[in-house]
């Protein structure tokens, strides 16, 4: 060959930057320094949430991230074990249970793994962030405070509002009562003086 092997050929230069050439021929190629990586905590801004979704970023792995994953991938499993359309020889009864029995203590075993990753995560920014977790936990016991005391009022007013009706009610029937008998009076004396005049 007229050419070194460690030489690019002609035809190489030429094409060097062509579509056609394959992307790793390309890159070994390049004298251009590869592009430096960061970490999704360099980037990761925590008072701007709006950092948190960015797509760019990848995220730390974590035991939360991998409880989240756990719990989608039971989840599809779920999704695909759930059909309408069977094989023309359709399964078993004990096989239809013990694979819903399977996917199903894995489902809730995964729901269980994040709801104690979520108290853990929750537990430990309490712990690095005192004051703002006694301020929301006071916020959180004025909120509920306030609710208790607009319950106990609505119960005060639908109780009066009851004992109210009830005791019109209790008034109002002996009155009625004896209006009836007093008209029942009435008739019967009419009654009685038409017979004589008759």
Known sequence: SRFHPDMAS???QVHKDSPGMPQLKH??????????????????NPDDPESFFNEE??????????????????????????????????????????????????FRDACADLNAEFAKVALEWELENGE?????????????????????????????????????????????SAAAAAAAAAAASRAASTQRAE
Request: aromatic share 4%; proline share 7%.
């Open 10 to 12: 002609p035809l190489d």
């Open 27 to 44: 890159l070994m190629m390049m004298d251009e320094d590869p592009v430096a990586t960061t970490s999704g905590a360099d980037e990761f």
């Open 57 to 106: 970023i990848p995220l730390e792995p974590s035991a939360l991230g991998d409880a989240v994953d756990s719990l989608l991938l039971n989840w599809s499993q779920i999704i695909s074990n759930t059909g309408t359309k069977y094989p023309s020889v359709p399964p078993s009864i004990d096989h239809v249970k013990e694979v819903a029995a399977i996917v199903v203590q894995g």
């Open 132 to 176: 703002a977790a006694e301020d929301e936990r006071v916020a959180a016991l004025k909120g509920s405070i306030s609710r208790q005391v607009t319950l106990l009022a609505r119960a005060q007013a639908t109780l009066d509002l009851r004992t109210e009706d009830y005791f019109c009610s209790s008034i109002d029937a002996p009155a009625g």
